[in-house]
């Protein structure tokens, strides 16, 4: 049975801690809900109802445009090794791109990367953890290094131009305002 918390406890932290990947839910008020998965070292929590996570270059976009619409966004972390547990982090985010003053100190917190394109700050306003007991096990093999190579051979200029050309819009053509405000 599924319980429910206003803040995330030691307990909850080590389990997120301990997890090799997570998935971020977003939506709109219409268009498709994205679910994406997310990995390397890019989860941090800050305190009880606070995660920040940084989000790199990839092919879509969906978050920033979802968040620019509705302020709202789900992680949910499965227990794939040992714990059988799911735990969602529900709440609102605020987008921040790397011309936002608080976007470096932030980006301090992870590992050097060229293609970091957003820090999404989440204010939690509730925690659910299931059992779980369905949840497939699976052996983490280490992390991939595909996305930090392809950053590396790139150059900045680079970089915003994949940005302006694959990451401007989402697949329903919401703006996600990665290159400024004026992208709409």
């Keep these: 049975m599924a319980k429910q918390f206003d803040?995330?406890?030691?307990?909850?932290?080590?389990?997120i801690a301990a997890q090799h990947m997570f998935f971020c839910g977003s939506a709109?008020?219409?268009?498709r809900v994205n679910i994406s998965p997310k990995g390397m070292d890019s989860l941090r929590v800050l305190g009880p109802n606070r995660i920040i996570w940084r989000n790199l270059t990839g092919s879509g976009n969906e978050t920033a445009g979802h968040l620019a619409r509705v302020n709202r966004m789900t992680l949910m972390w499965c227990g794939f090794e040992k714990r059988p547990m799911i735990l969602r982090c529900y709440g609102t985010a605020r987008t921040l791109h790397p011309r936002d003053v608080e976007f470096a100190e932030f980006n301090k917190l992870f590992p050097p990367s060229d293609g970091a394109r957003q820090?999404?700050?989440?204010q939690i306003d509730l925690v659910q953890t299931s059992?779980?007991?369905?949840?497939?096990?699976y052996d983490h093999q280490g992390p991939r290094d595909t996305l930090e190579k392809w950053t590396l051979d790139k150059s900045p200029a680079e970089i915003e131009t994949y940005w302006d050309t694959r990451n401007q819009r989402t697949i329903d053509g919401m703006?996600?305002?990665?290159?400024?405000?004026?992208?709409?």
């Design 7 to 15: 803040a995330l406890s030691d307990d909850h932290s080590n389990f």
């Design 28 to 31: 709109a008020q219409d268009g």
């Design 119 to 122: 820090i999404y700050d989440l």
């Design 131 to 137: 059992c779980g007991y369905a949840v497939p096990y």
């Design 175 to 184: 703006p996600t305002h990665i290159l400024g405000p004026s992208d709409d």
